[in-house]
């Protein structure tokens, strides 16, 4: 029966041990696991952060643009109106021709 025994207090040392490891095995997954999710976590707050900045750059640019449109908008009018005003001043001065002309004919 010794050897028996001895045997069997061995294998039970064993399954102790392995027992053992799987419990540590079992640790370091929940720690990895957690570590994961922290990791995870923090690369999620990183991406919204950039994000919300390149929103924010959007927006600065699309500013601009309106303003730049704007001030395009107001350039036109402005030489649209020069514009305007030359042709008038061109037929005020034609007008002013004609009725010299006409003053002469009489």
């Known amino acids: 029966a010794g050897p028996m025994l001895k045997?069997?207090?061995?294998?039970?040392?064993?399954?102790?041990?392995?027992?053992?490891a799987s419990q540590q095995l079992q640790r370091q997954q929940m720690e990895l696991k957690s570590e994961l999710e922290t990791q995870k976590d923090m690369l999620e707050v990183r991406c919204l952060e950039r994000l919300e900045?390149?929103?924010?750059?959007?927006?600065?640019?699309?500013?601009?643009?309106?303003?730049?449109?704007?001030?395009?908008?107001?350039?036109?009018?402005?030489?649209?109106?020069?514009?305007?005003?030359?042709?008038?001043e061109r037929r005020l001065q034609l007008n002013e021709q004609h009725l010299e002309e006409l003053t002469e004919q009489l």
């Open 53 to 88: 900045l390149q929103g924010k750059r959007m927006e600065e640019v699309s500013k601009r643009m309106e303003h730049l449109e704007d001030s395009n908008k107001s350039t036109l009018l402005q030489v649209g109106s020069e514009k305007r005003r030359e042709d008038f």
């Open 7 to 20: 045997m069997l207090q061995e294998h039970d040392a064993r399954l102790v041990k392995s027992t053992d």
